[in-house]
């Protein structure tokens, strides 16, 4: 068994200051960039003279931002004015209503906030039963980059415009998503630059250029937070974004999400905490836990902490394997980076895990129905393709990938969303997952979203352009009850109708000439027969659809008799049988009660159920039926089970015991029994006692826990007191009789050589580890193993300390009474250390020999070992424990492993050896 996980390394904390070449600057309305970092023109530690134009050549792991990308905007673009190409399109549909400025009270203290004048319900339209939300963000490209020629290549009526620096040709899986899906010629991040901006409103639902212009309960919340209900992680759990957290975490929430990808523009102004999808547990962003072999965020701060970059087929791929380790999220948010600092410019590359992701998801029966996907890009507009043109003006490639009974296939659509719009998307998928997450009534707290009346615009429907008929299929269903009874029957039946367009108008008729137009009407059968009620349910939209659904009812003619049937399953076999039994009734007067006699002694009132036989015998069961009539009738039917005897049975009683009595003990020696029940005998259980017949189980000492041995000794008794004593056999089905009773008397108090400690090489195995008494803070326990991970040293069994690779503590113990007549008092055992730690001078994992008094106080540590005492196989420690002599002591091996990286510690063949 492989007991250890690998310790995930801290990564050291790199510098953030960038340096290097300027690549120029750009200008047009809203272009003021930060002279260094991120979103700037200046690329880090770039030495034109030496450094590569492009580090896709090199090997992951030796890429640093040290090469020159594409400069976007940086070399002499022109931007134009905002919302000249957004304005020629249309517009989603306005649910929104006039604002008031209003004061409320929050973290931050009294804030003046800006509220509808009247509440607005953003989740009447509609919005389709997405479970799932999946949003793949790109870099560096613009709609005419990649879909310039999307025309020819999507749909006819595309507003693209192929530019001379493009990259068309190196995306053939976005064209093909974006013409099997729907395709936006028109989405607009709505801010300029684009770069930073679009990453922190897409993930944290708030930016100085979005329509969320308001305070959030805490001035560091993010849309997470709103989601996880805080503003702050675990206090444990530290804020460095490129140390591992040392705490538990702690705390709930209820969502899932994952974060891929190197998310270096927000590492040092991201905040909040998370629900780890693995674990369950609340942890700071970004965690990267040690102790544990999944990521919660993966890939995320490779550029930011380590410098290197990745190419997006591995984030591709470990987001796919984590999805099919973990499942899906309920938010995922999937970066692919193409030429941004963290990665490299590798267009086909992105474009094929693009395509792996989609594919992934969409080809999974489990998700391909519940899950919205959005494809788009980081950026609207590309230095180098010059002054204003069409790439300059804030469009973006919009691909939406969902089921085609949500989402329309094959389709090109011309409304001007906005960055607002595929949020919005998101949270109204959130508010599928777990209801309450937004508020319609701009309540500010940090379970909910709060909105200003443009919020509203995005929420009432986001992408509504995008959904297949805007509603989703009307359905009738209809039940009625009781569905069977004598006449006159009276049934009560219920109408419902989902999808479609509210409000429904219902029809229903009986299938005996009669009809309704209630929704949930009642209906007395009068005659005999088999009726099939129809529901017709119609909606208001135009044209009106329609959608039926039917219910049977049984009626039975008056003074039909009661009749009662009962079977079982099965009817025969071995003791213990089990048997299903199934009651039917017919006829009289419904509803039915039921009563069972099962020919045991055992009964139940339920229509059908189980009972077990644990006697051999031929048993009738009996299954008697009342109806409610007045006065009741009673029908019955019987069913015969046969229950066999089991094959084998326990052993019979060992013979000839004899007692032969010595020095302070007694010995003793028996005849296997003449009958070992038909299965081999693995075991023999003592019992002593001070009078005749009043023999107890011995649990400690040389005649307890004994394997199928015929003969042991009695030691530590009392000279001149007899001894009474008693044996029997174990097989796998159990313990046998007694055997014939033995006595003897022991002699004067003299050192008899012996060994003291019961079961010494654990042979009895993990069910039964007597006198040895074995503790752990890992589950299940199983620390007598006999797993081949690691061996015996001689046997099968052995005790195995440890070794788990996280926080546990782990003991084995042995109480023994140390004659005080004897010179030589010797306690060994052999021992094997087994590590996956490293360190040549710092003992992480221990293992303690103790020694304690009766009381549990330790009196003595023998020996400690550690990591640092690893070896290849096993080795004999031996200790005099004279200073003990006429003392009950308990023998302690006490392990315990700190919170990662395995240490195994594994013992065999004790003994405490007296002369």
């Not at 607005?120 to 020629?149: C, K, M, S, W």
């Not at 752990?776 to 052995?798: D, F, M, N, Q, V």
């Not at 195995?800 to 003991?811: C, E, F, P």
Request: aromatic residues 10%; negative net charge; proline residues 7%.
């Amino acid at each position: 068994m492989a007991r250890w996980k690998l310790r995930i390394a801290g990564v050291a904390v790199l510098g953030l200051a960038l340096a290097g070449l300027e690549l120029g600057t750009a200008s047009g309305q809203g272009t003021t960039r930060p002279e260094t970092g991120p979103g700037s023109c200046t690329l880090k530690g770039w030495n034109p003279s030496t450094d590569p134009l492009n580090a896709a050549s090199l090997p992951v792991g030796q890429r640093p931002q040290s090469y020159k990308p594409d400069d976007y905007d940086c070399t002499g673009a022109v931007f134009a004015a905002p919302g000249v190409e957004f304005s020629k399109f249309p517009q989603p549909k306005n649910f929104a209503i006039s604002n008031q400025t209003v004061s409320k009270v929050d973290q931050a203290g009294v804030q003046n906030y800006s509220a509808p004048t009247a509440a607005v319900n953003p989740l009447a339209p509609y919005f389709p039963p997405f479970q799932h939300f999946v949003i793949i963000y790109r870099e560096n490209h613009t709609f005419d980059d990649y879909l310039g020629d999307c025309a020819s290549t999507v749909a006819a009526g595309c507003n693209g415009q192929v530019q001379s620096t493009n990259h068309v040709s190196s995306v053939p899986n976005l064209h093909n998503l974006a013409k099997t899906y729907g395709l936006d010629d028109a989405y607009s991040t709505g801010v300029q630059p684009p770069s930073g901006p679009n990453h922190w409103f897409l993930f944290s639902g708030q930016s100085s250029s979005s329509s969320q212009q308001q305070s959030y309960p805490a001035a560091t919340g993010t849309q997470f937070d709103r989601f996880l209900t805080g503003a702050n992680g675990p206090a444990d759990e530290g804020t460095n974004a490129c140390t591992p957290p040392t705490g538990s975490g702690s705390g709930s929430s209820p969502y899932t999400f994952v974060m891929n990808g190197d998310f270096y523009w927000m590492l040092n102004s991201g905040s909040g905490y998370w629900k780890n999808p693995a674990t369950g547990k609340v942890e700071v962003l970004p965690p990267n836990r040690p102790g544990t072999n999944i990521p919660e965020e993966l890939h995320y701060n490779e550029y930011a902490c380590s410098n290197q970059s990745l190419p997006d087929s591995t984030i591709s791929n470990d987001y796919i394997n984590f999805v099919n380790t973990n499942g899906l999220p309920a938010y995922s948010y999937v970066e692919l980076f193409n030429d941004h600092p963290g990665t490299y410019q590798d267009i086909p590359g992105n474009d094929t895990a693009t395509n792996n992701v989609v594919s992934s998801i969409m080809n999974n029966a489990a998700y391909k129905d519940n899950t919205l996907i959005v494809v788009t890009e980081d950026d609207t507009q590309n230095g180098n393709n010059g002054p204003d043109h069409v790439s300059n003006t804030y469009r973006v490639p919009l691909v939406v990938i969902g089921s085609p009974t949500y989402v329309k296939q094959h389709y090109l659509s011309h409304v001007a969303y906005t960055t607002s719009n595929v949020l919005a998307a998101m949270e109204r998928t959130m508010e599928n997952v777990h209801s309450g997450i937004i508020d319609p009534n701009d309540n500010l707290g940090l379970s909910t979203f709060p909105m200003t009346s443009n919020d509203q615009s995005a929420l009432g429907d986001p992408l509504e352009d995008f959904w297949a008929q805007g509603t989703t299929p009307l359905s009738a269903k209809a039940t009625g009850t009781p569905s069977t009874g004598n006449a006159p029957l009276a049934v009560t039946f219920t109408g419902t109708a989902t999808g479609g367009t509210a409000p429904y108008s219902y029809k229903w008729t009986f299938g005996d000439g009669a009809t309704s137009t209630a929704q949930n009407p009642s209906h007395t059968y009068t005659a005999a027969g088999t009726y099939t009620a129809t529901l017709t349910v119609t909606d208001s939209s135009s044209p009106v659809k329609t959608a039926t659904s039917q219910v049977t009812t049984t009626v039975s003619a008056v003074g039909n008799p009661l009749a009662a049937s009962a079977s079982g399953s099965p009817t025969s076999g071995q003791v213990p049988l089990s048997v299903a039994f199934t009651g039917t009734a017919t006829g009289g007067t419904p509803a039915y009660n039921y009563a069972w006699t099962f020919g045991d002694g055992a009964t139940s009132t339920a229509q059908n159920p189980s009972h077990t036989y644990s006697t051999a015998g031929t048993y009738t069961a009996t299954l008697t039926v009342t109806d409610s009539a007045s006065p009741v009738n009673s029908a019955s039917s019987t069913v015969t089970i046969t229950a066999s005897p089991i094959a084998a049975t326990v052993p019979g009683a060992p013979t000839g015991l004899t007692a032969t009595p010595g020095t302070g003990q007694v010995s003793l020696s028996w005849t296997p029994p003449a009958n070992n029940g038909g299965e081999n005998i693995t075991a023999y259980h003592v019992y002593r006692g001070t009078a005749s017949g009043g023999e107890t189980l011995l649990t400690s000492g040389g005649c307890s826990g004994l394997a199928a041995v015929t003969s042991c000794t009695d030691t530590g008794l009392t000279a001149g007191q007899t001894y009474y004593y008693k044996v029997t056999a174990v097989n796998p089905l159990g313990e046998g009789a007694q055997s014939n009773e033995a006595s003897a008397t022991p002699t004067g108090t003299g050192c008899q050589a012996q060994q003291l400690l019961g079961n010494p090489g654990f042979e009895n195995g993990s069910s039964n580890p007597a006198p040895w008494v074995v503790t752990s803070t890992h589950t299940p326990l199983s620390i007598i193993s006999k797993s081949t991970s690691e061996s015996a040293r001689s046997g099968s069994w052995y005790a195995w300390l440890d070794g788990w690779g996280k926080a546990t503590t782990d003991t084995v113990a042995q109480t023994v009474t140390l004659p005080a007549s004897c010179t030589n008092y010797t306690f060994s055992f052999w021992l094997h250390v087994n590590t996956a730690e490293t360190s040549t001078s710092s003992a992480y994992d221990t293992l303690k020999v103790q020694v304690l008094n009766s009381s549990g106080t330790v009196l003595s540590t023998l020996a400690t070992y550690s990591n640092l005492n690893h070896n290849t196989g096993y080795t004999q420690h031996s200790f005099s424990l004279g200073a003990y002599a006429g003392q009950q002591v308990t023998l302690k091996f006490l392990g315990v492993e700190d919170y990662t990286l395995q240490t195994s510690f594994v013992l065999d063949d004790t003994a405490l050896n007296v002369s």
